[in-house]
């Protein structure tokens, strides 16, 4: 009798410690940008001026390279080391069936991206790499392309202008970036990227909006400098590149999302089917411990500005993207069975991506209006009042 007496109190003195345990890590959705690739075609306008050659790279525009399938390789073995420690699975073998899922892009880097990823995160375990058919468009990382929403290039441009306050000021505030640049790439002109004047209009079928002016042109020139230090070149943007640097030209190209995906417009259709997914895994019975969704530098943005949060990340200016840089949604429960989101971005910095390390960076993120755990009702709510419904077509 009195051990019974001795085990009932000490379970009552139990509870409110269990009470106030911290909660625990249920599942993980992240939206990631894909790896190190080579550059797009057109980056680099055609005409840009420099004083030297630009480097030469190992594989075709716009693929992952070998050292950017390593990168991503190494980011799979910290990830999974990462989610361990959180208790989301175990740290070595294979995870269960269906414990992981992996979709991508149609594009070959995405879809590159995530068999490195894999690679590094359970190797030789046979996780497969989910994406559509080659030459299909997915609404999930091309909204726009695939007219899942109401989309009107008017209201688009209008709300644009409205968050930017016009082309010309938005030329105006990056006007120091744009001369840093000159004095990188060096060409002895006045301008080394010459072109037309800033100009934002809707496309000729009306579904889609055009840019033309000094941040169109110089946002991929920045981005490619960038992508030649995480590649781990020795001498990025011919020595002139410094990581701070860099950090500043990202400005330029960051200031390309304040156009295609940061106002709220934008940001709710382009990131409309994306969003509605992220939700859905967020609020399932049940889902997978890890559901990984590799995409572009537009799908994280526009996710991030329809969370109505920033990108803030070491090595990269505000609102660039890091290449494999990932928004993560952690989905924890109390002891009480109260279900919370906890959101942050993993990045790892350039020179980091450089020199293969396996170094990174986890910056929290809290929603505007919540704690840093967000109840999930919440969290989902605020973003789904942030998306443009999606339309039959």
């Known amino acids: 009798m009195k051990r019974r007496h001795t085990l009932l109190a000490f379970t009552l003195a139990l509870a409110p410690a269990l009470a106030h345990a911290a909660p625990r890590v249920e599942r993980v959705v992240m939206v990631m940008r894909h790896g190190v690739r080579a550059p797009i075609d057109g980056e680099v306008p055609a005409g840009t001026l420099t004083a030297a050659p630009w480097p030469r790279w190992p594989v075709a525009a716009e693929q992952i390279t070998p050292h950017g399938a390593q990168a991503m390789a190494i ?19 294979c995870p269960t069936p269906d414990s992981v899922k992996v979709w991508t892009n149609v594009s070959q880097r995405t ?14 375990c046979g996780i497969a790499i989910g994406h559509r058919a080659a030459g299909a468009v997915d609404p999930l990382f091309e909204a726009l392309r695939a007219h899942t929403t109401d989309f009107r290039a008017a209201d688009a441009i209008a709300s644009i202008d409205t968050f930017t306050g016009g082309m010309d000021r938005l030329v105006a505030r990056h006007a120091a970036d744009l001369r840093l640049l000159d004095r990188v790439l060096a060409c002895a002109q006045p301008t080394c990227s010459p072109g037309a004047p800033p100009a934002l209009r809707a496309t000729a079928d009306g579904r889609a909006i055009e840019l033309d002016g000094p941040i169109r042109r110089t946002s991929g020139i920045a981005q490619v400098l960038l992508l030649e230090a995480a590649e781990g070149m020795p001498h990025p943007g011919w020595g002139r590149a410094t990581p701070g640097v860099l950090e500043r030209l990202g400005r330029l190209h960051a200031a390309l999302f304040d156009v295609f995906t940061r106002s709220p417009y934008m940001a709710a259709h382009q ?12 609020t399932a ?8 969704l590799v995409g572009h530098d537009t799908n994280v943005t526009a996710l991030a500005a329809a969370l109505g949060v920033d990108l803030v990340a070491p090595g990269y200016a505000k609102n660039d993207t890091a290449p494999a840089g990932a928004l993560v ?21 350039p020179a980091e991506l450089g020199r293969l390390g396996s170094r990174v ?3 929290p993120i809290t929603l505007p209006g919540c704690a840093r755990l967000c109840p999930v009702a919440r969290f989902t709510a605020q973003l789904a009042a942030r998306l443009a419904p999606a339309v039959a077509r």
């Open 285 to 292: 019975a049940d889902g997978p411990a890890l559901d990984l």
């Open 271 to 282: 990131a409309g089917p994306l969003g509605r997914r992220v939700i859905a895994s967020l």
């Open 75 to 93: 980011r799979g073995r910290a990830d999974r080391a990462w989610l361990a420690a959180q208790g989301v699975l175990p740290a070595t073998g």
């Open 361 to 363: 960076t986890t910056t």
């Open 111 to 124: 879809i590159d991206s995530g068999a490195g990823f894999v690679a590094g995160f359970a190797p030789g």
């Open 329 to 349: 949604m952690e989905v924890l429960r109390d002891a009480a069975g109260a279900r919370f989101v906890r959101l942050s971005y993993r990045t790892q910095t």
